[in-house]
């Protein structure tokens, strides 16, 4: 690694030997080093106190030994030494630590933000900064240009990575016991889920290669009722003499409550292609077959056993009130985001910081002219899972959305993908600036403007590419395939242009949207059946007219 020195003051002994350029002042990392350290400084409207000769610690942690750094405020390495993981190891680095002064005033620096190693930092009273191990791992390959590395010289970078954007870090602030036990359980329910999901295609794949109607029996092959069947009917040879009245005593002893009948149960099994009834390797699938059924069972076992411990932390923290009287949000989607979002309300600034967190909010990238908007990988991953569960069980459960339109919504997506992609992106948008909800006649027209904006509102015929083969066309466009637009003429008389992209269709320069047309068809009706009732009574009001003055005329009524 590089070593960094101090130039030295103006009138001091020390003076530099010209012509050594190892020797000269380097320019300091920072582009302000005299506020660097100043008394009071202040970073994103917030006030820090920042002392001087301040310590500064680098661990680089390991599963058997770590490695420590300590430097000053000036840069210069006052220890470097290796301890052992274990409770000994862990003793001498936090008296080693405390040797230098109150623990309050030496921070340190670590490339992960939880564990006993961590914890026992926090006990001491440090105040604890989690780096990213990307950005040690970028400023060491800045930093050492032979590319050498080593536990002691990464412990170095860490603490002087520490040292020189101190004032742009944020110390660590731990959760509650209470937010810590339900992440415990939280976490391990999501691991053990997906063990279930990995050994669930692995059965599958098996199952497809030597026997593809056990698994078309049921729904789910991971249900209970399925691995009751797979393990009392493992290979095709077991079920040849399966008949209804077979199929009909095991759904009754197993409790089958699908709306299938025995027969047609029988039925899906016999359509499906025959298997491998007999031979070596049909044995050898039964005993992988009735593993992979034993694991999932135990699996399935384990996760009620989970979700019970989940429903009763959730029950017990503070804040689970909070997140569980969210709309369809259920105990364990409640749980998965409190989890992950804990209860230290100091550790977000704001909900920009909760959004990038969870990986909701897109990384823009502005050099010159480019621009792009790109997706946000750097999040917690689990916590992006959690909100986007929560999302798709709330889909359906909008406040200002007709309940009666839903059926229609889900035909809408069948038919046009594209709309209701930018229907859910709207969405997004809408629940940011209306709360409340919006009707559906105002999502559709919503929605028309966002997809209206790839092509102009007064957009005319663009299919003149040469002005004399095909000169300038000035109707009005009715159809576009991707940024051009056609009138109907020109689309009639097309030939290469737009072949294997799907037109479409614009009315006055916009998307043709079903929801506006039939608000529009249903704005139309009723104006109708208005007139029509006014035409009624008003013509029930002629009759009885006619009906009073009828003696007086001598007419017949």
């Not at 301890?83 to 003793?91: F, I, P, R, Y």
């Not at 729904?219 to 797979?230: G, N, P, Y």
């Not at 502005?366 to 916590?383: D, E, I, M, P, Q």
């Not at 109708?528 to 001598?554: I, M, T």
């Amino acid at each position: 690694m590089r070593a960094i020195r101090t130039p030295t003051a103006p009138g001091s002994s020390e003076e530099l030997q010209t012509g050594n350029k190892g020797a000269r002042p380097r320019a300091s990392f920072s582009d302000h080093p005299a506020e660097l350290f100043s008394p009071r400084h202040r970073q994103a409207g917030e006030t820090r106190e920042v002392a001087r000769n301040v310590l500064f610690a680098g661990i680089d942690w390991a599963s058997a030994e770590h490695a420590a750094a300590v430097h000053d405020d000036a840069g210069r390495a006052l220890a470097s030494f290796m301890v052992a993981h274990s409770e000994e190891g862990l003793d001498k680095l936090v008296g080693r630590l405390r040797a230098f002064g109150e623990p309050g005033e030496l921070t340190v620096a670590i490339e992960r933000p939880d564990g006993r190693l961590v914890d026992r930092l926090l006990e001491a009273g440090h105040p604890l900064v989690a780096v990213s191990p990307n950005a040690i791992k970028a400023w060491r390959e800045g930093e050492v240009v032979s590319g050498a590395k080593s536990d002691p010289g990464d412990a170095a970078v860490i603490a002087e990575y520490l040292r020189l954007r101190f004032h742009l870090l944020k110390p660590l602030r731990p959760f509650s016991d209470h937010t810590r036990a339900l992440r415990a359980a939280v976490r391990a329910r999501g691991d053990l889920v997906a063990q279930r999901t990995a050994a669930h295609n692995q059965l599958e794949a098996t199952l497809d290669a030597f026997w593809p109607g056990a698994k078309e029996v049921f729904s789910d092959v991971t249900c209970k009722i399925a691995l009751a069947f797979l393990q009392r009917y493992p290979t095709p040879a077991s079920a040849e003499r399966l008949g209804d009245k077979q199929m009909a005593a095991f759904c009754k002893k197993h409790g089958y409550t699908g709306r299938r009948s025995p027969a047609e149960l029988v039925e899906r099994l016999r359509r499906a292609p025959v298997g491998i009834a007999a031979g070596a390797e049909t044995a050898a699938r039964k005993v992988a077959v009735l593993g992979y059924v034993a694991v999932i069972a135990s699996l399935n076992a384990a996760i009620k056993d989970l979700d019970k411990e989940v429903a009763t932390r959730l029950g017990e923290h503070p804040d689970g009130e909070i997140f569980t009287s969210l709309p369809r949000s259920g105990s364990i989607s409640a749980a998965q985001m409190l989890a992950e979002w804990g209860d230290c309300r100091q550790a977000y600034a704001g909900p920009e910081a909760v959004a990038a967190l969870a990986g909701m909010s897109p990384v823009t990238k502005k050099s010159g002219k480019h621009k792009a908007v790109h997706f946000r990988w750097a999040c917690n991953k689990r916590f992006r899972t959690a909100v986007h569960i929560f999302a798709d069980n709330g889909q359906d459960s909008r406040p200002g959305l007709d309940p009666g339109h839903l059926p229609l919504l889900d035909r809408w997506r069948a038919l046009r993908p594209r709309q209701a992609q930018g229907r859910r992106r709207l969405d997004d948008e809408q629940r940011r600036h209306f709360p409340g909800g919006i009707g559906v006649a105002t999502r559709g027209a919503a929605m028309n403007a966002v997809a209206s904006s790839h092509v102009d509102a007064h957009a005319t015929c663009c299919y003149a590419d040469d002005p004399i083969l095909r000169p300038h066309c000035e109707h009005r466009a009715v159809v576009a395939y991707g940024p051009m637009a056609l009138c109907r003429s020109c689309d009639a008389r097309r030939s290469t242009m737009g072949k294997g992209i799907a037109g479409r269709s614009l009315v006055h320069g916009r998307d043709w949207s079903a929801l506006e047309t039939l608000e529009a068809a249903v704005a139309q009706l009723r104006a109708a059946e208005e007139q029509l009732a006014g035409a009624v009574v008003a013509a029930a009001g002629v009759r009885n007219c006619g009906n009073a003055h009828a003696p007086s005329c001598g007419q017949p009524s």
